[in-house]
């Protein structure tokens, strides 16, 4: 499922921001990225979206890296 | 042209703290908030449940069935407003005075509950046309254009659209149009109504809606809440007003903007001191004269330590002394409508001698470490008071107003 969460995480920052997917690995912060809080925004409500899952704000705004989104969906769908 | 000074003899408001300025300005005093779950729109799908919605309004106690047909929500508010500050200045209308005042409003998104309802039928009923009172409705300059008509003012009439800043533009604006002498007196203010499915759930996205209420400068604030309403207010002359014997609420001294040119969503810290520097400037005023800041004060993470700062960078020693406070924790953030109902509460702050609170301060946070006049109104001298609005795109206003000490 990690995995699975990690490729979609992948895809969607490369086709909102408009770059490679080769360019991010799960170790990529989002100011790696380029990306700013609302490109951050953004992911976190196309992972909602994808997964029909809802975070909380106070969880949704702490994410700020790959490697957090990953963690962050794969508890949140592994407890439900 | 030397600069004339600007007054305020007419004030008028409707808001969640009441649908008059006496209700308004009681409840603020009393620091009872006007949040509560909202009812007018079905919140069952939305994150948050709470808002300032205006309370038990009713439009056929306003208007005629056949005027509600043409005028949107936000337009009523704005009229309703302006009829009451009208009536507040005791003015009597002549040809020549319709002719030289002007009409200038904010709002940020016009008309949004016809442009849900009226887009809803297109995609969701799959209707083939739309009220054919959809796009006058909808527009943002028809509260502006519904007062002209309602006073028979023929003066220049506009509408500023600055998000949660419009009406503060408007109203300097007016102050400035007035100063000069471009026009003898401006009907200014703004309205906003913006508890409606879409434009709720798009707030939802941006997260930062706080889904118990909001707590401007508490350390355990987690955002704002959105509010209905409008307020007006009536600027003429000094000499003016005291020709004809007019009640004056408060004198309007300065007016500063500013852009901060950085980001379309998160403030920046240069933008508002620049604003709060220009006003004082404008105003020929040190800042160690400001007694109270009616604070942008969201309620939001970022705005409200970022204004802290700012008010420190500006106000440096004095920013111990001076009390800030955030009365969108009573009102609501109305976004283009907001900043008027925070000047016609300024300028009563100043005629009632009283520091309005920041209702439903908890946790005191080291960031936002100012006076903030929690959670009770406190009676004190006040001399001059600013009122803060910093938009999102990065557009600042602020306005100073002075106490009426006749003279």
New interface residues.
């Given amino acids: 499922m990690e995995e699975e969460i990690y490729n979609k995480v992948v895809a969607l920052i490369a086709a909102n921001n408009h770059i490679s997917p080769e360019t991010i690995t799960i170790d990529s912060s989002f100011e790696d990225l380029a990306m700013?809080?609302?490109d951050g925004?953004t992911l976190i409500?196309d992972l909602e979206n994808e997964y029909n899952i809802?975070l909380p704000?106070?969880e949704?705004?702490k994410i700020k890296t790959v490697r957090q989104a990953v963690n962050t969906l794969n508890k949140i769908i592994t407890q439900q | 042209m030397e600069n004339r000074r600007v007054v305020v003899t007419g004030i008028g408001s409707i808001s969640a703290l009441g649908k008059t300025v006496g209700e308004t300005w009681q409840n603020v005093v009393d620091c009872n908030s006007g949040i509560a779950p909202i009812t007018m729109t079905d919140m069952s799908n939305i994150?948050f449940k709470k808002g300032a919605q205006v309370k038990e309004y009713d439009p056929l106690n306003y208007f005629t069935e056949k005027e509600t047909d043409l005028i949107d929500r936000f337009a009523q508010f704005g009229v309703i407003a302006a009829r009451e500050a009208v009536q507040d200045c005791g003015i009597e209308w002549t040809d020549k005075l319709k002719d030289s005042t002007c009409v200038i409003m904010g709002t940020s998104i016009g008309g949004q509950e016809t442009s849900e309802a009226s887009f809803y039928s297109l995609f969701k009923e799959n209707k083939n046309r739309v009220n054919l009172f959809t796009i006058p409705r909808i527009m943002p300059n028809a509260a502006a254009s519904h007062i002209t008509m309602q006073f028979g003012i023929t003066g220049f009439a506009y509408t500023i659209s600055t998000a949660c800043a419009s009406s503060n533009h408007a109203i300097g604006n007016a102050f400035w149009m007035v100063r000069s002498g471009m026009c003898d007196m401006a009907v200014t203010g703004g309205s906003e109504t913006p508890l409606n499915f879409g434009f709720l759930k798009a707030w939802e996205?941006?997260?930062v809606v706080d889904?118990e209420t909001c707590r401007p400068f508490s350390k355990d604030r987690?955002?704002m809440v959105l509010g209905e309403g409008g307020a007006v207010l009536i600027l003429e002359t000094l000499e003016a007003a005291l020709q004809r014997g007019a009640e004056i609420h408060a004198e309007i001294v300065g007016f500063g903007m500013s852009s901060d040119a950085t980001?379309?969503?998160?403030p920046d810290q240069k933008g508002p001191e620049k604003a709060m520097r220009m006003a004082l400037n404008d105003a020929s005023l040190s800042s160690d004269k400001i007694d109270y800041i009616n604070a942008h004060g969201t309620g939001t993470?970022a705005n409200d330590s970022l204004e802290t700062a700012a008010i420190k960078a500006v106000f440096g020693d004095h920013s111990k002394k001076l009390a800030v406070s955030s009365t969108k924790s009573l009102h609501g953030h109305v976004l283009g409508g907001t900043s008027a109902i925070e000047a016609v509460i300024s300028a009563s702050a100043l005629k009632y001698q009283v520091y309005p609170p920041t209702a439903n301060y908890t946790v005191p946070d080291p960031e936002c470490d100012l006076d903030v006049v929690p959670n009770q109104s406190r009676k004190g001298e006040m001399n001059y008071a600013m009122s803060n609005s910093f938009a999102f795109g990065g557009l600042n206003a602020v306005l100073v107003f002075k106490k009426w000490d006749g003279r």
Wanted: hydrophobic share 35%.
């Fill in positions: 700013d809080s609302l925004l409500n809802t704000n106070e949704a705004v | 994150r996205a941006l997260r889904p987690q955002g980001h379309i969503t998160k993470l």
